[in-house]
């Protein structure tokens, strides 16, 4: 044992006296461990600012599609139907093809406009594909009848002008006012075309702002389109099957029931 423990400091000795002498080993080796002190006080905050650094650019995707994707308010949101009967109605009504305003009315025999030229229906004919049209409005005669008419001309074209020849004069028939004054309904017309079934106009008095009807098949349709006069409302209902009406139900502005019919 004594003899190992003597040739390990031989060893040591001879180790030493290779290396050359440093008046300052101590100094250095407290300035290095000083160093190595201040690398390791600055190492968490660089790691804590490269965290902060990844946490921010993952965020910001985030953010970008949340803003992007933000669901519609209810401002711009579908309406809804105010009753359930109104999801059952029939389907929407055949396109139709008319001038802007609706076309020009001339007068004859000395009968006076009520309610305006609605377009009820459209088809192309002839060889140019030309669109003839059918309208409904209502007048007044000068013996003071009020009339349910249907005309039919080309799109653009006046009522009861040059060209009306080529369809046929306007069909009328009288509507009577009611009686009663709980009682709404003056007249209503049968409009459809081999095109365009079970389009039917209905004349109610004010304040009448809405038609349904119930169809053969029970169904509902309502009122497309109205022409607004000062002693009645001119409806079009598109029921887009053949046949009458089995019942219908006028209401006013605020959707309340006015009458119930048959």
Known sequence: MDELE???RSALTEMAEEVPPSHGAW????RRLALKSRRDRRRPAVM????AAVV??????VVLITQQWKPVDPAGSLPVASSPQEQTQSPAPPSVTAGRGGPEYISVAGESLVTPPIATSSQFTGKDR??????AYTVRTPTGYWQLCKAQNYDGEAINGPQQSTFGSPTCQNVVRPLDS?????GRRDL????NPGVWAF???HPADRVWLRRPDGALATSFSKSVGNDFVLFVVYMNTPGAPTAWTVFDGAHNVLQHGS
């Open 6 to 8: 003597q040739r390990l």
């Open 27 to 30: 100094e250095d080796q407290q």
């Open 48 to 51: 804590a600012a490269v965290a």
């Open 56 to 61: 921010a650019l993952i965020a910001l995707p």
């Open 130 to 135: 030309a669109s003839l049209v059918t309208y």
């Open 182 to 186: 709980k009682q709404y309904l003056w």
């Open 192 to 195: 459809s075309t081999p095109d």
């Open 203 to 205: 004349v109610m008095s």
